[in-house]
């Protein structure tokens, strides 16, 4: 006797697939702004340790708040001549220095206040925040298994409309799931921040209030589709 299953279901075995979804929104994890420091300046040197300068005083800045930043990257750092027209020739006019540096929170409330000191220092660039899940995240569990009994109770519900009950399962395959965006899940920035235009920064007498930032609520998509064998229906 053969057997060998078939690709198809049988009178004795039919078949049925279905797809199960699921979508979850809940609260972001973890928070990433984007940091930019830049100096200008006539002399090259002068230039590279202004640009020091400020960006070890914006890591230090971020580093007071301690396990409350839960990770910490220097990434691209650049400085350029910016050349000018003299004559029939070109001369170099001034130099461009920047640091670009990124930073991860998981207290929102610490980021409101890490953000608006940092938009604070001269000549800084803050970009973000960028909500997110951290990768591990149970949420990505919880929506693949609730994908997974979606399909079950959508295959039992086409079983029980022909009179009969499921047999087996005889396939399960995730299609693609979890909140499909690149990069830990981050979204568009809620927004940019910046400090002080070339030229020194005004003489603050007291700290800005710190900002209130509303989280972005996070989607995690799920989809599995499952093939089942159900039992013979009677059918008339």
């Known amino acids: 006797m053969d057997t060998t299953p078939t690709p198809y279901g049988t009178p004795d075995a039919p078949r049925l697939a279905v797809r199960g979804e699921a979508h979850l929104e809940v609260d972001p994890e973890i928070a990433r702004i984007s940091i930019t420091i830049s100096a200008r300046g006539t002399d090259r040197r002068d230039a590279l340790n202004d640009l020091t300068r400020r960006n070890t005083e914006a890591l230090d800045l971020i580093k007071t708040y301690g396990d409350e930043v839960e990770n910490l990257e220097t990434g691209a750092f650049s400085i350029s001549p910016e050349l000018t027209k003299h004559g029939r020739g070109e001369r170099i006019r001034a130099y461009h220095g920047r640091v670009h540096t990124t930073a991860e ?92 235009a070339y030229g020194g920064a005004p003489d603050h007498t007291e700290d800005a209030a710190p900002l209130d930032l509303e989280p972005q609520r996070q989607h995690v998509y799920a989809q599995v589709n499952a093939r089942f064998t159900m039992n013979p229906p009677r059918l008339g």
């Open 105 to 196: 929170l998981s207290d929102f409330t610490a980021l409101g206040d890490l953000t608006t000191r940092l938009a604070d220092l001269d000549l800084t660039r803050v970009e973000g925040p960028w909500w997110a899940l951290r990768p591990d995240s149970p949420t990505h569990r919880h929506a693949r298994q609730e994908a997974v009994r979606e399909a079950v109770q959508r295959a039992r519900e086409y079983a029980e409309a022909l009179g009969t009950t499921l047999a087996a399962l005889v396939e399960l395959a995730d299609i693609g799931a979890d909140n499909p965006t690149p990069s830990y899940g981050y979204g568009s920035p809620a927004g940019a921040m910046r400090s002080a």
